[in-house]
């Protein structure tokens, strides 16, 4: 109910994916599929309870045409070629993982749901008949409503189609990529700036060694910043030299996994 919102995906690598005619994006307004005068989306939650329910009637007409169910178009394959996306703080969790998935669809409707949420029929009724229906949250944290979220998701699976992003490359290394490491820090002219240098290695010249120092700091910061994802390394992924480095910021292997190390007596 709110596609000003949406306004930002004109903008930046998203829009310009969209001009390319890379991303084929269209913003809808629910109330467009409101049937009274007053373009009503919402009632009371049976059962009681503060707050409104979005009402599954307007959603079901909005969803059928949006999907090209109604005109039977639907890319051809009905239900079944359809991902529906339900943004909610109530949803399983929108990680890099999710978006590398979510890029390999062909069609993705993204239904933003306020107050409430959306009357629980709706992502019901799609699964039965065949969609794929996700509910997902970008993060234990209230937004007001599914606009936000749906950004995010926007531009976290836009980037990964090809052609996007201009080097490819950029998407190898970054944060929450396969190695399971948060990305190390970049530097960049000039090389000393208010007291501060860059670190000598950089400079070197010596790729082997710079590897090397790039895994050290992105070891170092996911022990510091993220224990969830040290503990989700693969042990046997990691050389000494990663283990030692881990050893150092108080990670040990306790029976092949990693643990934070015990300190003074049990
Ligand atoms: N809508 C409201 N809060 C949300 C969240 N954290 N993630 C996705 N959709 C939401």
Not at 64 to 72: E, F, P, R, S
Not at 74 to 79: K, Q, V
Not at 166 to 178: F, K, R, T, W
Not at 202 to 209: D, I, K, N, P, V
Request: charged residues 25%.
């Amino acid at each position: 109910i709110f596609p000003d919102y949406l306004a930002a995906l004109d903008l930046s690598l998203v829009g310009k994916a969209r001009a390319a005619g890379i991303l084929d994006l269209r913003v809808h307004d629910l109330r467009d599929w409101t049937t009274d005068r007053h373009r009503t989306v919402d009632d009371t939650p049976f059962g009681g309870g503060a707050g409104m329910v979005m009402r599954p009637d307007v959603w079901g007409r909005a969803i059928d045409d949006v999907a090209g169910l109604t005109t039977g178009t639907a890319d051809g394959g009905g239900a079944g070629a359809v991902h529906l996306v339900v943004p909610t703080p109530s949803g399983e969790t929108f990680t890099q993982r999710t978006a590398e998935a979510l890029a390999t669809e062909e069609h993705l409707v993204v239904a933003c749901g306020r107050y409430e949420g959306i009357d629980a029929r709706v992502a019901e009724h799609y699964r039965s008949a065949g969609m794929r229906v996700s509910e997902l949250s970008i993060g234990d944290y209230v937004l007001n409503g599914g606009e936000v979220a749906a950004l995010v998701m926007v531009e976290a699976v836009g980037r990964l189609l090809p052609g996007v992003v201009g080097n490819p490359e950029s998407l190898v290394e970054e944060s929450h990529g396969a190695a399971g490491l948060l990305e190390y820090p970049v530097y960049t002219k000039p090389p000393a700036w208010d007291d501060l240098e860059v670190p000598d290695v950089l400079l070197s010249g010596h790729h082997a060694r710079i590897h090397r120092w790039r895994r050290d700091q992105a070891l170092r910061r996911t022990a510091a910043r993220r224990p969830d994802m040290v503990r989700a390394l693969a042990v046997d992924a990691l050389d000494r030299h990663d283990l030692e480095v881990l050893a150092e910021a108080g990670w040990t292997v306790v029976d092949g996994r990693l643990d934070r190390a015990a300190h003074g007596a049990p």
